[in-house]
Nanobody
Framework: QVQFVESGGGLVQTGGSLRLSCVKS????????VGWYRQALGKQRELVAY???????NYADSAKGRFTISRDNAKNTVTLQMDSLKPEDTAIYYC??????????WGQGTQVTVSS
C-alpha cells in the first residue's frame, strides 16, 4: 500500500524554482530515511536526494548546490526545494523510503517540467 503522496510539481522556465512536498500517510516518518527520486521519459528512476532520520542530507551530483531536502517529522513531511532548474530536471518526481528496495510501492509522483 502506497505510503507517500507527492505534490508541488508544475511547469517552470529554466532557472526557476519549485518546492515539492511528500507526506507519509501511515506510521511515523521520523524513523525512516526518505528519498526523492525522479524518472524522466524513457529513463530509469534515479535517486535525487535523501535525508536521514536525524536530518542529514545527501544529494546526487546533479542536485548538489541547486536542491535542498528537508523534513518536518511533526507534519510527516519531506520537502525538496529545487532552484536553478534546468530542462534536464524534467521528470516525474517520487518520494519513498531510502533505499527503496525492489518491492517498494510507488505513488503517482508529481510532474516537473522545465522549459528552455
Amino acid at each position: 500500500q502506497v505510503q507517500f503522496v507527492e505534490s508541488g510539481g508544475g511547469l517552470v522556465q529554466t532557472g526557476g524554482s519549485l518546492r515539492l512536498s511528500c507526506v507519509k500517510s501511515r506510521n511515523t516518518l521520523s524513523i525512516v530515511r526518505v528519498g526523492w527520486y525522479r524518472q524522466a521519459l524513457g529513463k530509469q528512476r534515479e535517486l535525487v536526494a535523501y535525508i536521514t532520520a536525524s536530518g542529514s542530507a545527501n544529494y546526487a551530483d546533479s542536485a548538489k548546490g541547486r536542491f535542498t531536502i528537508s523534513r518536518d517529522n511533526a507534519k510527516n513531511t519531506v520537502t525538496l526545494q529545487m532552484d536553478s532548474l534546468k530542462p534536464e530536471d524534467t521528470a516525474i518526481y517520487y518520494c519513498n523510503e531510502y533505499p527503496s528496495g525492489p518491492l517498494a510501492d510507488w505513488g503517482q509522483g508529481t510532474q516537473v517540467t522545465v522549459s528552455s
